[in-house]
């Protein structure tokens, strides 16, 4: 196919260049047809030396360019083409990947059974989704693309799938603060949660929202983790409250919600979510929030337009009645079925987290595997909070604080990335915003 006319095409440059160049032969040879067939003869009558697979040794020096399987891979590798990519993965060598490694899939960022480990891979005419999300991170390396020339009116008549999220560009959403500022002209925040136990999850949304630029964030607890809070965040304003009725009073003062870190799933749990869902605040719906919204406890599953959902990809499955291996499957159409069923915005968190406002899909591939700790979570429903809060927009809250978030993650990682923790994340983020 394309993929490896392109590779007989590579092969015939280095071949003028000096460069010393084998082309190894995967399958069938006389199937191949169209320019692919015309590379080929080209590359041969210039001299290019063949071999097949079969009767080739794929050693660790030099360079390996994967031109073995491109986009148009519609099922898992098969026959032939796994001995090649164990082979290609197994040489020690510098691995080129052409256009996507083979065996992912350009869609989904999922592994069709077996996929090459390229330290670089050259895309061409668009960046594929699936270069960026799920298991692509394990076998892309560094990613490099290049239009080939093609006219922008081209670019003009195909309507973009998603969009690829820039922080610098997020960034410019927060307008620079007048000399004349006050609290008041950045909103209050109300973190909701903090069950027995759990307390430093709410903590941790409240602290991440302050330092993200809220004018005022309180928390409504247990009566027992007050004084915990208060030592930790001062600025923090938390109330003990017993139950739903006592939240009127902070829901009445707040113009965003925050609800689920730490939240549980108790009875206590269940009043106050039901409360937050009457009161038709601007929403920001984490963690036990989101099982109790997956079960109806609490707040009746259906669409609304002024909330955010952060489920990670466990939470996702219970909200969709499907399994956490059917969502990663294929992310872009969970995050667009969480966004269809439940209205507002949806954030499907993970290796290149997805947003999904009406009609469209933001991608962000910031963030790195040291993320894997207690309380990411929390911390980035305390970022979008914050800039809901601000004023934002919800579909742009979400996608400035997804970014933010992984962005500071990366930042801290330089450090190193085992013993990462979410509150490592704030102090960057607080710089990143500047």
């Not at 939240?247 to 939240?263: E, K, M, S, Y």
């Not at 609304?304 to 969709?320: C, I, K, Q, S, Y």
């Not at 872009?332 to 269809?340: D, E």
């Amino acid at each position: 196919g394309n993929n490896g006319g392109d590779g007989f095409v590579m092969a015939d440059l280095a071949h003028k260049k000096g460069i010393p160049v084998t082309v190894v032969q995967v399958g069938n040879a006389d199937k191949i047809g169209g320019d692919a067939l015309l590379a080929r003869q080209q590359a041969l009558a210039n001299g290019v030396s063949f071999e097949a697979f079969e009767q080739a040794h794929l050693s660790g020096d030099g360079v390996i360019v994967d031109a073995l399987l491109g986009t148009g891979l519609g099922g898992e590798v098969r026959g032939t083409y796994v001995d090649a990519i164990a082979a290609i993965n197994a040489s020690g060598a510098g691995v080129l990947a052409v256009d996507i490694p083979s065996g992912l899939c350009s869609d989904t960022g999922r592994v069709l059974g077996t996929a090459v480990r390229a330290d670089l891979t050259v895309t061409f005419i668009g960046l594929k989704r699936g270069l960026f999300t799920l298991d692509a991170a394990d076998h892309t390396g560094a990613v490099y693309f290049t239009d080939l020339a093609v006219p922008e009116e081209v670019y003009r008549q195909v309507a973009c799938d998603s969009y690829r999220l820039e922080l610098e560009v997020q960034l410019e959403r927060l307008a620079p603060r007048p000399a004349n500022a006050h609290k008041g002209l950045y909103g209050t925040v109300l973190v909701v949660g903090g069950d027995y136990g759990m307390a430093g999850a709410a903590a941790l949304a409240a602290e991440a929202a302050l330092r993200c630029g809220a004018g005022l964030v309180r928390v409504a607890t247990r009566p027992e983790h007050v004084a915990a809070l208060v030592a930790r965040t001062p600025e923090a304003m938390p109330l003990g409250v017993g139950s739903g009725q006592e939240l009127a009073t902070l829901l009445d003062a707040a113009d965003v919600l925050v609800v689920g870190p730490g939240l549980g799933q108790s009875a206590w749990s269940e009043q106050l979510l039901q409360a937050a869902a009457a009161s038709g605040k601007p929403m920001v719906l984490d963690a036990d929030g989101l099982n109790l919204l997956a079960t109806g406890r609490g707040i009746a599953p259906g669409p609304r337009d002024n909330w955010v959902l952060t489920p990670h990809p466990g939470e996702a499955a219970r909200l969709l009645a499907s399994t956490t291996a059917e969502v990663q499957v294929d992310r872009f159409a969970a995050v667009s079925a969480l966004q269809q069923s439940y209205g507002g915005v949806a954030v499907l968190k993970g290796n290149g987290s997805l947003i999904a406002g009406d009609c469209q899909v933001l991608l962000s591939d910031y963030g790195n595997p040291g993320m894997a700790s207690g309380g990411m979570g929390d911390v980035l429903s305390g970022v979008i909070g914050s800039l809901l809060a601000q004023q934002l927009p919800a579909l742009d809250a979400a996608a400035l604080g997804v970014c933010l978030h992984g962005a500071a993650a990366d930042l801290a990682a330089e450090e190193g990335q085992r013993g990462l923790l979410a509150s490592d994340l704030i102090p960057r983020m607080r710089t990143l915003l500047g």
